[in-house]
């Protein structure tokens, strides 16, 4: 083995080697076991949510395949309607100098598949990077033929049902895009707002209890006031009792329009009165519902004012009573221009009653970063109720179990308040919905074109014209368990992995995505899509933080990985960055974070780290000190396994002997004790990883690895490897030990940390009788179980006792500032018999690693000489001091240190003293300012300790 870890140099060649081997395909025995991937956008990058979670799947897909299960990673990736076609559009705009329009449907979408072979494999080519063990030969898209059949079948077939519709509704309108836009595409910006509170004249000479001729009507939003219906009022409000029923004028359009009673009007906020405009705001639409209120848009897509409104019923029909006419000042002004001259006019009308400052939310789209508007428009509806039924009911009876359990309650609150699902997108990249409509509107639902003139009976003269809308990509992905497998055919891949095993997702889409898969696969295959949904939470910065552009905190996996210097790294965290002050800012923070850059730390140190912070369901802030101690982790196995190879190789481990019936190896108490930890070990890792506790899990191997084997075992099996005088059989037992432990503990780590277990089991599996070489891998072996019969706690607790002696020995040397290598000599007191007889049985592992010249039973404690001292349990562990220090030279330094502590406390204290700094520094620099005195205090405090143990002797 190379004297250095090299992540860089043995991790894409391992991953080539298993890809060419076919290594992730199922085995084609033994239990299925199947995830499918969260099918992650084409367009997208690697980010840190997507390692996180790819981590957990590879994890558990690697143990479950080391446990013989047939195990299929199904992959695959999102076409992202929207974000491909900006790309895209974007793309051909900067090279052709045209817009899509100009290019027109056809030539614009073989843009895009072109796009796609050239460069729609980026994050599969990180994931690759991640170790992720998919089965690359079953990779599937959503646009790809199988999978558009199986969303047209099921379109059509949920049409023919009556459970697909179309009508006119309210939805998430981008301006921008022009296109209706999912809730989970909509980011809630907090801000500073206006409310303007406008005077309506009561109609009919009406007047209030009060006796004013008018309702104060509060909003932030002036330019919906053309689309107004009614104005509520809270039936239980006295104040306008006498008015139910009654009539405003609506000023600047003059449309007489009814007061209704509705909750939705709050007493105790603004007058209690408010207005009503169905068309434009989504609880305006139910109060409009509730009251039968008309339904009056004024927008065009644009979000513009029209020249003449549409109005509607609340059924979608075309209302032809209504006067749509608009004031000829406001017509083509944006929407935004139009609320400034109606806030003018309505101030010059006398109507203005006052302008109130207010923080409140605005919803963006997500992709184009315009206000998002509700717009009443035609699309297309899957209605949710009757699908919804026998979901709630998986997770009732448990056939789906979430872990953590209480994400159910999540689930359950989305699931039993469900509104009919858009599916409609107004796009050109996706899946087009399969309805064909005729000259008169006429909308036929069908495969194809040809099947809709056999299915409705149409004549051939009869013109047909597809519908231009597609659908939204979430209703494509909802198929994803059962149409990767094959659908509606029924292959032998859906009847052997599925249901799946486990779907490994965020809390964000638990409605969005998973829901909906369980709904559409209950309904098309009578089965649940997964057994179980682990629910992680969002990867956040380290001071908890989300990741995010605009805040300049965001860690690209890679980057971590392979490493990036300082300039690359601003450059990527500014880059297009529209604000210098901001850029600048976001510059001097990274330059502060990262002042060399990220260094690289391999994937296994990653994944590592991810797994180490996998608490079920919590957020977990990125911590890059872990990372760097996890990357020295690898470094410890790497060098442990060195040391192994170099004590092993070429000699006796006891192969020969496999199989002879007794063996003439001996074991020591090392051995003995390491084994049975080691059993210990297996069992807590395997229960952690059944529980989904991967942050137990690899806490357990780090354990074991690091303070265990590496800082006890080796050291133990120096005595015995490096004793003249120890026997063949021992050493051949300790030797064996060594391989053996070494060999399963890299089989424990290796759904973790694929590649530095894969490439050092490859030179310590032939040691330890296991065949390596050729086409053999780790990951084709059997998962380490634990074997109760070899758990010795005799041996655990004598290794305790030794443990504790060391350490006794250790902790004197560094207390009196005695050097490491310096021999000693000890005394042991006041203990029991079965101390002395552990002194006796174990001297020869007390001298060498305590670096003892003696060691000795002292009957008498009284006759103990000038001795620094530690207890292990009731027994004393004395290193006399005659001739080891200079007591005065060692008191003068440590008066020293103390005083330069009490100046470090000081200044401290001081700042944390000071009211200016307290109420002006962010939260985070006081609380660490706090623990640094907390720090200082503990120090300080172990000095004078030190101080006075000197002293005394």
């Known amino acids: 083995m190379d004297k250095t870890y090299q992540p860089d140099q043995i991790e894409t060649r391992w991953y080539q080697r298993w890809e060419d081997a076919n290594r992730f395909a199922p085995a084609g025995q033994g239990e299925p076991y199947s995830i499918m991937i969260p099918p992650p956008n084409v367009t997208g990058s690697l980010h840190m949510g997507h390692a996180f979670q790819d981590t957990i799947m590879d994890t558990l897909i690697r143990w479950r395949r080391m446990q013989q299960y047939n195990t299929l990673w199904q992959v695959g990736t999102d076409h992202a309607g929207i974000a491909t076609q900006m790309l895209v559009e974007r793309k051909v705009a900067a090279e052709d100098g045209k817009s899509r329009h100009e290019l027109g449907r056809d030539a614009f979408t073989d ?70 836009i999912s809730d989970l595409e909509v980011e809630n910006k907090d801000q500073q707002g206006q409310f303007w509170h406008f005077r309506y004249p009561l109609a009919d000479g009406v007047t209030t209890e009060a006796g004013q001729d008018h309702l104060v009507v509060a909003t932030t939003r002036p330019e919906t006031l053309l689309g107004d219906t009614g104005v509520a009022v809270n039936p239980e409000d006295p104040r306008y009792a006498s008015l139910i029923g009654k009539f405003v004028e609506l000023p600047l359009v003059g449309r007489r329009i009814p007061i209704v009673a509705d909750e939705h009007a709050d007493m105790e906020k603004g007058s209690g009165c408010v207005k009503i405009t169905p068309a434009h705001d989504f609880n305006d639409y139910e109060v409009g519902r509730r009251q039968d209120l008309p339904l009056i848009n004024v927008f065009t897509p644009d979000a513009s004012i029209l020249p003449r409104a549409e109005a509607f019923d609340i059924q979608g029909r075309a209302l032809a009573e209504i006067d749509t006419a608009l004031p000829s000042a406001y017509v083509g002004l944006d929407r935004f221009a139009a609320r400034q001259a109606i806030v003018d006019d309505m101030q010059a009308a006398g109507l203005l009653a006052q302008i109130e400052t207010v923080n409140n939310t605005l919803p963006y789209g997500d992709r184009s970063g315009d206000v998002i508007e509700p717009l009443l428009t035609d699309q297309w509806f899957v209605a949710v109720e009757q699908l919804a039924k026998p979901a709630i009911a998986a997770v009732e009876n448990g056939d789906i179990e979430f872990v953590p359990k209480n994400y159910e309650n999540m689930y359950f609150a989305w699931m039993r308040d469900l509104q009919d699902w858009c599916i409609s997108r107004q796009l050109w990249w996706g899946h087009r919905i399969p309805a064909w409509y005729d000259a008169e509107g006429n909308v036929y639902v069908a495969r194809s074109a040809e099947e809709a003139r056999d299915k409705y009976g149409l004549t051939a003269d009869v013109a047909l014209t597809q519908d231009e809308d597609v659908l939204d990509t979430w209703f494509s992905s909802g198929l994803w368990t059962f149409g990767t497998l094959g659908w509606p055919e029924q292959t032998p891949e859906l009847e052997t992995f599925h249901p799946s095993s486990v779907l490994v997702t965020g809390f964000d889409i638990i409605f969005f995505w998973v829901a909906r898969m369980i709904m559409m696969t209950l309904k098309f295959t009578d089965e649940v899509p997964f057994k179980k949904v682990y629910v992680h939470g969002l990867v956040r910065d380290g001071q908890g933080q989300k990741m995010s552009k605009s805040k300049g ?6 980057d971590l990985i392979d490493g990036i210097d300082l300039d690359a790294l601003i450059d990527k965290r500014t880059g297009n960055m529209m604000q210098p002050q901001k850029a600048k800012a976001i510059a001097k923070a990274t330059r502060d974070e990262f002042p060399e850059g990220i260094e690289p730390h391999g994937t296994d140190a990653l994944r590592f780290t991810f797994l180490s912070q996998a608490t079920t369901g919590r957020d977990i802030k990125f911590d890059m000190g872990r990372l760097d101690g996890y990357r020295n982790f690898c470094n410890k196995l790497w060098n442990a396994s060195r040391y192994v190879l170099m004590n092993a190789e070429g000699e006796d481990v006891g192969l020969s002997l496999e199989g002879q019936g007794d063996e003439p190896i001996e074991l020591s108490l090392a051995d003995r004790w390491i084994v049975s930890r080691l059993q210990q070990t297996e069992a ?21 690895v690091w303070n265990e084997y590496c800082d006890w075992y080796l050291e133990l099996s120096k005595p015995v490897l490096w004793d003249d005088n120890a026997t063949a059989a021992a050493k051949r037992g300790t030797r064996r030990t060594l391989v053996r432990v070494l060999e399963t503990v890299l089989r424990l780590a290796h759904p973790m940390m694929p590649f530095i277990s894969e490439e050092i089991w490859q030179r310590v599996a032939p040691l330890a009788g296991t065949h390596a070489g050729g086409d053999d891998s780790i990951m084709a072996q059997p998962w380490p179980q634990a074997d109760q019969s070899r758990i010795d706690e005799n041996a655990t607790r004598d290794i305790e006792w030794l443990k504790g002696v060391i350490i006794a020995v250790r902790n004197i040397r560094a207390e009196m500032n005695i050097a490491p290598g310096k021999p000693l000599e000890a005394l042991l007191t ?15 592992f007390l001298s060498k690693l305590a670096k003892l010249d003696s060691i000795t039973w002292l009957d008498d404690p009284d006759q103990a000489p000038l001795a620094a001292t530690q207890l292990v349990g009731d027994m004393e562990v004395l290193v006399p001091m005659a001739g080891l220090i200079d007591k005065d030279a060692e008191l003068a330094r440590l008066a020293k240190e103390i005083d330069k502590q009490d100046k ?50």
């Not at 170790?131 to 690359?136: H, L, R």
């Not at 002006?920 to 200082?936: S, T």
Request: charged residues 35%; neutral net charge.
């Open 111 to 180: 843009k895009i598949w072109e796009w796609k072979q050239e460069s729609g494999d980026h994050i599969t080519r990180q994931l690759r990077r991640m170790g992720a063990s998919v089965d690359w030969s079953r990779e599937r898209f959503t646009m790809d033929d199988g999978f558009y059949k199986a969303v047209q079948e099921v379109f059509v077939r949920l049409f023919d049902e009556g459970l697909i519709y179309r009508g006119k509704r309210l939805v998430n309108w981008d301006p921008t895009l022009h296109t209706a």
């Open 553 to 558: 905190n965001v860690l690209d996996p890679i």
């Open 684 to 704: 807590q890792v395997t229960r952690a990883m059944e529980e989904f506790r991967f942050d137990h899990a690899s806490q357990a191997l780090y354990d074991f």
């Open 830 to 844: 006041k203990g029991g018999e079965a101390d002395r007889e552990r002194l006796e049985a174990y001297r020869l």
């Open 904 to 953: 470090f406390i000081g200044g401290i204290e001081k700042k944390l003293g000071n009211e200016g700094f307290i109420s002006k520094a962010p939260a985070e620099v006081v609380e660490k300012e706090r623990g640094k005195l907390a720090d200082a205090q503990a120090s300080r405090q172990h000095l004078s300790e030190q101080r006075d143990k000197i002293a005394a002797l």
